[in-house]
């Protein structure tokens, strides 16, 4: 509870300033969470179906049974459909029906990352501009009558201080989140193309069966 009210009195002391940046650190928790659901719900994919469509050899109708057993929303599930469905289809039709799948999930999956990096640029802006504020409130109580008053200085100080560093602490964290799941996409997407390569192998060895 003291440790509650300590940063509370902080926060306070940092001005109005402090307000817009923690909208963006709320904005940026609830985008990493829902990135987090999406990745673990919907891009993961079974370690035995990662290990059936290894062996070259499977059977599609295994493969479509082991795909029954995944939410419709699974994006390798939506990618290995369109394969599986243009299967009797030349190589270079699954190829281009693969890619544009591929194209989709990508979009899909970085769906509103953007806003986390904009978080990560806005967050020590709005800093600066509390900074800035708090030193024009430091430097308007210099008067001409010669009296300063040390609590406005201070105060004025503590504003400028405390929104600086608030800005830069939560850019910070939405910095690592984004990069996290910039590079979990980039996963991903590699993964999608390394099965389809994998599964449009197999298409080929099937059409030169005789």
């Known amino acids: 509870m003291q440790a509650y009210h300590a940063i509370s009195e902080v926060l306070r002391a940092g001005g109005s300033w402090v307000y817009p940046i923690l ?42 049974e082991k795909l029954s057993g995944l939410s419709e929303g ?12 243009n299967r009797d289809k030349p190589a270079w039709w699954v190829e281009s029906r693969a890619a544009d799948e591929a194209t989709l999930i990508e979009k899909s999956l970085a769906k509103r990352l ?39 200085v201070t105060g004025g100080v503590a504003e400028a201080l405390i929104s600086t ?14 990069n996290y799941y910039s590079a979990l996409l980039t996963s991903v997407l590699d993964e999608v193309e390394r099965l389809g390569t994998r599964l449009n192998d197999h298409i080929r060895l099937d059409q030169e069966k005789p």
């Not at 659901?37 to 109708?61: H, K, M, N």
């Not at 699974?74 to 469905?85: C, H, L, Q, T």
């Open 23 to 64: 909208a963006l650190a709320a904005l940026a928790a609830f985008l990493a969470v829902d990135k987090t659901i999406v990745f673990w719900r919907y891009a993961r994919l079974p370690a035995d179906i990662l290990q059936l469509v290894e062996t070259y050899g499977f059977a599609w109708e295994e493969l479509e």
């Open 165 to 178: 560093a608030l800005g830069i602490f939560v850019a910070l964290l939405a910095l690592f989140t984004f």
């Open 114 to 152: 953007w806003l986390i990096e904009t978080v990560v640029t806005a967050a020590p802006l709005i800093g600066l501009l509390g900074t800035i504020s708090g030193m024009i409130g430091s430097f308007r109580v210099f008067g001409g009558n010669g009296q300063i008053d040390p609590s406005a």
């Open 74 to 85: 699974n994006y390798f599930k939506r990618f290995f459909r369109i394969i599986i469905e």
